[in-house]
């Protein structure tokens, strides 16, 4: 796309908003049912494409991981819509009464949307929806790296939404990169840290506000008293749901010295369970591209030539060495078997950086305070992630640890919650938005002061007399 397409839908959407400034409540609907009609008749179109652009990734998964989360955020939106719009009434001090005083919740105008590619179709759709229900125009630019599902974004968006509601804009970086520096009312990114630390600063140009939807390395911390067998399955499905590309995928493991075999073992039967082949599974995705496997590869060898342990999990038939070999095998569609990483350090890459594929480095400690300070001097993860049944130690670990978000004894699963909102902190980004969180991350909340003739107020005018010493 050329800058000046870029502009002209920008400016199309801009106006539209400046002379329709009131939406009602009936045009959010339907602008939502057309959304919802859209999935309905042409998600499975998407969800091939998403299987096209990464090689294996069965729609079943697209359905549980893209689809059942944007149904949901449709059905809550429109069931409570009509209660998020209503004008907030807030109680009015002594000293300004006879006042009355309001919030009323508007839309913002524009809501720039960049989207990643490893949940392609939910990343995009998901804060559109938001920003929809909350009255305002969407423009949206999905990743590069799934060009079919973005075509057909963009097609489908075309099809059922006019170009000043809601559009599609594909490109590159560079096409990003002016998206980025359009003068949006808001700019929602979902990505890398690293990207979005540009995004915030060309935003910064127009005094843009943004969420950024960042990454990071959420922990798992296990305790001694945690059954093992329930840790490890849901660890498992954490970290292998999309092979890992998940951005609030268990990163690493701490575990309390000593029980590396129990936990080896029971991860080992976890991924069995959950994938009895990994090869030609459509259950188990690819890795995105050769280019993000070599990555995971070259992080797997350099630990490997650190001292580091490597123990590949293969399907539970395979014979000795097969599921190593396995991990440097070319298959056709980049499908890398899990592995867990033994004496993991700080100086290896995969400790340094978001793993972002199905590699799990297993860290172990022998006092939790010791965990706990590690983790507070380390950037603020996305997720983190606690297994264990004393209910003291855990609480004592959530008010001493800082994470965008947490799921005891379970992992992913908080951000499926309706009434929870969902984001980062420090470089895990800022700004949370799903439910109403996200209505009103999307809303301008307006104070309106509502005063009489007479008014308590008058007490404070000039000339300041020996009065406003009884006041
Ligand atoms: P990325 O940062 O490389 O790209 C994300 C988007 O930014 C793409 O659409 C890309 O075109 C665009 N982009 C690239 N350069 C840009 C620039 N200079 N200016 C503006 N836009 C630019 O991320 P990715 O590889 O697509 O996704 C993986 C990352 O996303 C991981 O770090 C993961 O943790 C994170 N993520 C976060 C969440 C969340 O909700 N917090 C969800 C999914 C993924």
């Given at each position: 796309m050329i800058p000046a397409d870029l502009h002209r839908l920008f400016?199309?959407?801009?106006?539209?908003?400046?002379?329709?400034?009131?939406?009602?409540?009936?045009?959010?609907?339907?602008?939502?049912?057309?959304?919802?009609?859209?999935?309905?008749?042409?998600?499975?179109?998407?969800?091939?494409?998403?299987?096209?652009?990464?090689?294996?990734?069965?729609?079943?998964?697209?359905?549980?991981?893209?689809?059942?989360?944007?149904?949901?955020?449709?059905?809550?939106?429109?069931?409570?819509?009509?209660?998020?719009?209503?004008?907030?009434?807030?109680?009015?001090?002594?000293?300004?009464?006879?006042?009355?005083?309001?919030?009323?919740?508007?839309?913002?105008?524009?809501?720039?949307?960049?989207?990643?590619?490893?949940?392609?179709?939910?990343?995009?759709?998901?804060?559109?929806?938001?920003?929809?229900?909350?009255?305002?125009?969407?423009m949206?630019k999905?990743?590069e790296?799934?060009?079919?599902?973005s075509?057909?974004?963009a097609?489908?968006?075309?099809?059922?939404?006019?170009?000043?509601?809601?559009c599609v804009v594909q490109g590159d970086?560079n096409v990003a990169?002016q998206f980025?520096?359009?003068?949006?009312?808001?700019?929602?990114?979902?990505?890398?840290?690293?990207?979005?630390?540009?995004?915030?600063?060309?935003?910064?140009?127009?005094?843009?506000?943004?969420?950024?939807?960042?990454?990071?390395?959420?922990?798992?911390?296990?305790?001694?008293?945690?059954?093992?067998?329930?840790?490890?399955?849901?660890?498992?499905?954490?970290?292998?749901?999309?092979?890992?590309?998940?951005?609030?995928?268990?990163?690493?493991?701490?575990?309390?010295?000593?029980?590396?075999?129990?936990?080896?073992?029971?991860?080992?039967?976890?991924?069995?369970?959950?994938?009895?082949?990994?090869?030609?599974?459509?259950?188990?995705?690819?890795?995105?591209?050769?280019?993000?496997?070599?990555?995971?590869?070259?992080?797997?060898?350099?630990?490997?030539?650190?001292?580091?342990?490597?123990?590949?999990?293969?399907?539970?038939?395979?014979?000795?060495?097969?599921?190593?070999?396995?991990?440097?095998?070319?298959?056709?569609?980049?499908?890398?078997?899990?592995?867990?990483?033994?004496?993991?350090?700080?100086?290896?890459?995969?400790?340094?950086?978001?793993?972002?594929?199905?590699?799990?480095?297993?860290?172990?400690?022998?006092?939790?305070?010791?965990?706990?300070?590690?983790?507070?001097?380390?950037?603020?993860?996305?997720?983190?992630?606690?297994?264990?049944?004393?209910?003291?130690?855990?609480?004592?670990?959530?008010?001493?640890?800082?994470?965008?978000?947490?799921?005891?004894?379970?992992?992913?699963?908080?951000?499926?919650?309706?009434?929870?909102?969902?984001?980062?902190?420090?470089?895990?980004?800022?700004?949370?938005?799903?439910?109403?969180?996200?209505?009103?991350?999307?809303?301008?909340?307006?104070?309106?002061?509502?005063?009489?003739?007479?008014?308590?107020?008058?007490?404070?005018?000039?000339?300041?007399?020996?009065?406003?010493?009884?006041?």
């Amino acid at each position: 796309m050329i800058p000046a397409d870029l502009h002209r839908l920008f400016e199309a959407q801009h106006q539209a908003s400046r002379i329709h400034v009131e939406v009602p409540l009936l045009v959010r609907r339907e602008r939502l049912l057309r959304m919802r009609k859209m999935l309905d008749e042409h998600g499975t179109v998407l969800a091939a494409a998403v299987q096209a652009d990464f090689g294996m990734r069965s729609p079943r998964l697209t359905e549980v991981a893209d689809f059942f989360v944007l149904r949901n955020l449709l059905n809550q939106c429109l069931r409570k819509l009509a209660r998020w719009m209503k004008p907030q009434r807030v109680r009015t001090p002594l000293y300004l009464l006879p006042a009355r005083a309001r919030i009323e919740r508007q839309p913002l105008g524009v809501v720039g949307v960049i989207s990643p590619w490893n949940y392609p179709v939910q990343l995009a759709l998901a804060p559109a929806i938001t920003a929809l229900a909350a009255g305002n125009r969407v423009m949206l630019k999905p990743s590069e790296l799934t060009p079919h599902t973005s075509a057909q974004l963009a097609a489908l968006v075309a099809q059922f939404f006019a170009p000043d509601e809601f559009c599609v804009v594909q490109g590159d970086v560079n096409v990003a990169t002016q998206f980025s520096g359009l003068p949006f009312d808001h700019l929602v990114f979902t990505g890398s840290t690293a990207v979005g630390r540009r995004v915030a600063q060309a935003a910064a140009a127009h005094l843009t506000p943004t969420t950024l939807e960042l990454g990071g390395k959420s922990p798992c911390l296990i305790a001694q008293d945690c059954d093992m067998a329930d840790a490890a399955l849901k660890i498992a499905h954490g970290k292998l749901l999309n092979a890992g590309q998940t951005c609030i995928a268990p990163d690493y493991v701490l575990l309390p010295r000593g029980r590396e075999q129990a936990f080896a073992q029971a991860y080992r039967a976890a991924v069995a369970r959950l994938y009895p082949t990994i090869v030609g599974n459509p259950d188990y995705a690819s890795i995105l591209t050769k280019r993000h496997l070599a990555r995971l590869r070259q992080m797997l060898r350099q630990a490997q030539s650190l001292g580091a342990h490597v123990e590949v999990m293969g399907p539970a038939s395979s014979q000795p060495g097969e599921a190593a070999a396995s991990l440097w095998s070319d298959a056709a569609e980049r499908q890398m078997p899990p592995a867990l990483v033994f004496g993991a350090t700080s100086e290896m890459q995969l400790m340094q950086e978001e793993i972002f594929g199905p590699i799990l480095p297993v860290i172990t400690y022998e006092r939790l305070d010791d965990v706990v300070a590690a983790l507070n001097a380390g950037p603020r993860p996305l997720a983190l992630y606690w297994f264990g049944s004393d209910e003291n130690v855990r609480d004592g670990i959530l008010r001493r640890t800082v994470s965008g978000g947490v799921s005891v004894n379970d992992t992913l699963m908080h951000i499926a919650h309706d009434n929870l909102p969902f984001g980062g902190v420090g470089d895990s980004g800022w700004g949370a938005y799903h439910g109403e969180q996200g209505f009103l991350r999307f809303s301008h909340q307006k104070s309106v002061l509502l005063q009489s003739r007479w008014s308590m107020g008058a007490l404070f005018y000039p000339p300041y007399g020996p009065r406003l010493d009884r006041v």
